[in-house]
């Protein structure tokens, strides 16, 4: 059984020129595109159609199975036809386009949820449209579900915030703290099982940590426990281990060693929801890379295109080399700057041509820097060389014997290898084939 252990050798420059900038809302945009897949899970399924008129906080798509999301209206329009959009992975969605009133009109039936016991707390998070806003999107409803098994026994809430330039969880944190205590209050209340909760952050974040230290001062339930700003400390089982000691076995969950991991800014809107009755329909969301102009922290309808917020936020100084969602160590790169944010976005990092160019690859020179590096202590360049052989069964037996699936795609072999080599890449085709591999044997 291969155990996991954050070796924390993997040490990145910060840029965190934005932890100091509350989120600025920005004005409405003239249109936004909802796509309904914006989570793990199932799409939704829309409920509105072409020419209806809808309201901020009104649901636009239901959930279409236990592993998905509703979606709400992030601005008050006119719904327009029904289209697909291509995501940054190749994947075609339904999504929803929504003109603009400029208004921003509230719809009339937002109102908080009754809440009473687990239950209706996890029928609260289903109604409110939360997901993992860490980026993982994986539905809250679902993974408060685990709840009532009752072997949780602690909640780590992730506020390490690993990733360079990245920030909107550090503002959360800071400025939304009353609401994250409400939400934690909740959990304890209807969750009797869990005993402890830990904050786990990053220590190039004093001022969160102490506002958590300072809101929490009262419970001694509550740990807030400072973490070496190390990457990729907020990976989930990288997070556990160093968090509580536990160890996430292979091919286990963390509720298999009874824990609960939850990011700081999903808490926090879960917490809104509950207070106010507004469902998920904006995101706080960091703008900088070394192409930004004005790096800040933006609060967004969820939908907005991204040269819309990159516009807001005063638009760039120098050409642009490329363009992610997300942080530069896992963020996708995209297309094209009229996609839309969606509930997973935390973060548009715009890097200029210098910051884009991808080294020259060189061959292997066998430094085992990229093993080394690997917070899960894998080969990385096993994978590499599996994918080179020509026979199949050869290639799935050697991914399989170095535990491709253990890879959680953190970019750390890439961003160490000195010959260059698109390891992490390699990595997600690796990946991709041997999923491939096991569906075939669950059709057989």
């Not at 997070?239 to 963390?254: A, H, M, Q, S």
């Not at 997973?344 to 080294?359: C, M």
Request: charged share 25%.
């Amino acid at each position: 059984m291969l155990a996991f252990r954050f070796l924390g050798k993997t040490h990145l420059p910060h840029n965190k020129n934005t932890s100091m900038l509350s989120a600025v809302e920005m004005p409405p945009p003239a249109e936004v595109l909802i796509p309904l897949l914006q989570h793990i899970g199932a799409p939704a399924e829309a409920i509105v159609k072409n020419g209806d008129y809808v309201k901020v906080g009104q649901k636009i798509a239901e959930a279409s199975g236990y592993v998905s999301s509703p979606i709400y209206a992030s601005v008050s329009g006119t719904v327009g036809k029904p289209e697909e959009y291509l995501r940054a992975d190749g994947r075609k969605v339904p999504a929803i386009r929504i003109v603009s009133d400029g208004e921003m009109a509230l719809f009339e039936e937002i109102a908080p949820p009754t809440v009473s016991d687990l239950d209706s707390l996890i029928l609260a998070a289903r109604e409110s449209g939360v997901v993992g806003l860490g980026g993982a999107g994986f539905p809250l409803s679902v993974k408060l579900d685990a709840l009532k098994k009752g072997n949780i026994d602690t909640v780590v809430f992730n506020g390490a915030e690993c990733e360079p330039y990245i920030t909107s969880d550090t503002r959360t944190m800071i400025d939304q703290a009353d609401r994250i205590k409400y939400g934690l209050e909740l959990i304890e209340k209807y969750a009797p099982t869990v005993k402890k909760f830990i904050f786990g952050i990053e220590k190039n974040k004093p001022e969160a940590i102490a506002k958590m230290r300072q809101i929490f001062s009262g419970s001694d339930k509550v740990t807030v426990k400072p973490l070496h700003p190390r990457y990729p400390q907020g990976a989930e089982k990288v997070l556990i281990f160093n968090t509580t000691g536990r160890t996430v076995p292979e091919g286990k969950l963390p509720a298999d060693v009874g824990v609960l991991v939850m990011n700081v800014s999903t808490l926090a809107a879960f917490a809104e929801y509950c207070e106010s009755g507004m469902p998920l329909v904006s995101r706080n969301i960091t703008l900088d890379g070394g192409a930004v102009a004005k790096p800040m922290n933006i609060k967004a309808p969820i939908g907005t295109a991204i040269h819309d917020i990159i516009e807001f936020g005063g638009g760039t100084k120098e050409n642009v080399g490329k363009i992610l969602l997300g942080g530069p160590m896992m963020g996708s790169a995209v297309y094209s700057s009229d996609e839309p944010v969606t509930k997973t976005t935390g973060a548009i990092t715009v890097l200029g041509i210098k910051e884009s160019l991808q080294p020259t690859e060189s061959p292997c020179i066998r430094c085992g820097r990229c093993a080394e590096s690997c917070p899960h202590n894998l080969i990385p360049d096993s994978f590499s060389k599996a994918l080179e052989l020509d026979n199949k069964e050869e290639r799935i037996n050697l991914l399989e014997k170095n535990k491709i699936m253990l890879c959680m795609e953190c970019g750390c072999c890439s961003y160490v290898c000195p010959a260059g080599r698109p390891l992490v890449q390699n990595n997600k085709l690796a990946k991709a084939e041997y999923r491939a591999h096991l569906a075939s044997l669950k059709d057989k």
